[in-house]
């Protein structure tokens, strides 16, 4: 039994963010805890992004930390049962709210919708694509 079980996702928040980097430890304490029903809901979701957000100014974070964050976000849109292997509009503007609320495409951010472009078996909806051109003028070459 993994060290977060029988937590609430808020206590999960504060003991990974409590140092502001997630270590190796934690990366796998969180999938353990994520996975232990075999899928990803809209809270765990929310976890994910909170941490994300919480730490994402910070240093020294796992390697594997992107990965995880990119493998929840893309089974939580694409491994639902309404659109499975798709990213719904209604999908398409809530990642688009978690990763505009904070002004900044984090590593994480961008992993997730790497994974996501890469893993859909349908045309990502135009909320989605606009967010992504937006990030993209934003960089400067």
């Known amino acids: 039994m993994g060290k977060y079980a029988g937590k609430t996702h808020e206590e999960v928040l504060a003991l990974v963010t409590a140092d502001g980097v997630v270590d190796d430890d934690e990366v796998a304490e969180l999938a353990d805890y ?3 029903d075999g899928h990803v809901d809209q809270a765990e979701f929310n976890l994910v ?12 974070h796992s ?14 849109v ?8 798709e ?12 990763w505009e609320g904070d002004g900044v495409f984090s590593t994480c951010e961008r992993a997730a919708a790497e994974s996501i472009r890469f893993m859909a078996e349908m045309e990502l909806p135009a909320v989605l ?4 051109l937006k990030v993209i003028s934003r960089c400067q070459i």
């Open 63 to 76: 390697e594997t930390w992107p990965e995880l964050y990119a493998e929840v976000v893309s089974d939580y």
């Open 49 to 60: 992004v909170a941490i994300d957000n919480a730490t994402q100014q910070n240093s020294g």
């Open 78 to 85: 694409l491994g639902d049962e309404d659109t499975p292997g």
């Open 129 to 132: 694509e606009n967010f992504g």
């Open 34 to 36: 994520i996975y232990a």
């Open 87 to 98: 990213v719904s509009e209604k999908e398409g503007a809530e990642l688009v709210a978690a």
